[in-house]
């Protein structure tokens, strides 16, 4: 992953997994890794006390997107479970 992060996807040559799988898992990191860049960005912007109406505005933009993404997920989250209790039964 590009930047200044702690993530590292090492790939295991021994696991035999589906491209289509591991292409899956790259766009789960990297949607992880854009996600806490755009959160840092936020965090550290707020602190500045120069930013301005249009810097304050565009963060406060940033903040509702990244809640959204976090409705999103619990919604998903809450499908997986869902249809995982249903599949448990049978």
Known sequence: ??????????CML?????????????????LGWLHN????????AAALKSLGLIGQSLIAALREELTEY???VAVLQSQVR???SILFLL
């Open 70 to 72: 976090y409705r999103l």
């Open 82 to 84: 869902f249809y995982h």
């Open 37 to 44: 860049q755009v959160r840092q960005h936020c965090e550290s």
């Open 14 to 30: 021994q696991v035999r997994v589906r491209q289509s799988v591991r292409r899956f898992v790259v766009r789960l990191a990297e």
């Open 1 to 10: 992953m590009p930047g200044r992060s702690n993530y590292k996807l090492q």
